[in-house]
């Protein structure tokens, strides 16, 4: 079977750091995918890991530890707009995404 | 290029009554997926293309759902006989290969009532 877990919902203050855990278990693993959904809207990329250690984008920042089966997504500087969804997902064969259920973050001023 | 687009937005129906949506990826893009997600919850995989074929097909998908890519562009998700348990936003992506981010439309929201 394929399990995906993550928090259901997580609150930080704006200008803070904040780090979303995932880890998973899945028959078959070609890479993670992080995506951002806004309410009402469809997902948007934010980073893709194939290989262990950290990938910085801007504010963003993705880890990966294949041994662990275990990713995080980092956060920095938050701002106001980055209250949505956070979904980490598993690349299978084929390229079809396993998705967890989605971290609800909210950023409070 | 305008990204994914899917039609229509939003649909409403009686139970018992057929559906179909369509999606249009990215131009040159060879690999559609669909995906369902209901609230709360993550995307769930439906089925994906490579150009014109059906590679796979989610046990989720019952006989009810059909899809199809006839010339390997647009592809549309049929539903037979629809249930209210089929009540979700059913988002179309696209891709360039396996192994590359997948670009979202902005989903087909079912109500069935």
């Known amino acids: 079977g394929q399990n995906i877990d993550q928090p259901t919902e997580m609150t930080a203050t704006e200008g803070a750091i904040v780090q979303i855990n995932c880890t998973y278990q899945?028959?078959?693993?070609?890479?993670l995918f992080w995506y951002q959904q806004h309410a009402g809207e469809a997902p948007t990329f934010l980073s893709y890991n194939v290989l262990d250690g950290l990938e910085e984008k801007g504010r963003f920042s993705s880890f990966l530890s294949r041994s662990k089966g275990y990713s995080y997504l980092l956060l920095k500087e938050l701002q106001m707009k980055d209250s949505a969804s956070y979904l980490c997902a598993v690349n299978l064969q084929g390229g079809k995404l396993i998705f967890g259920q989605g971290t609800e973050l909210s950023v409070k001023p | 290029d305008t990204g994914v687009s899917q039609d229509p937005r939003h649909k409403i129906t009686k139970r018992g009554q057929n559906v179909t949506f369509r999606c249009d990826p990215i131009s040159e893009h060879n690999r559609l997926y669909w995906y369902r997600q209901t609230l709360g919850q993550g995307p769930e995989f439906l089925t994906y293309?490579?150009?014109?074929?059906?590679?796979?097909k989610s046990r989720l998908l019952s006989d009810r759902f059909s899809a199809e890519r006839p010339k390997g562009s647009f592809s549309t998700l049929e539903i037979q006989r629809t249930e209210q348990g089929d009540s979700a936003m059913y988002l179309c992506?696209?891709?360039?290969?396996?192994?590359?981010?997948?670009?979202f439309g902005p989903g087909t929201r079912l109500t069935v009532t």
């Open positions: 992506a696209s891709s360039p290969g396996d192994s590359y981010e997948q670009y």
């Open positions: 899945t028959s078959g693993f070609n890479g």
């Open positions: 293309f490579q150009n014109e074929a059906q590679l796979e």
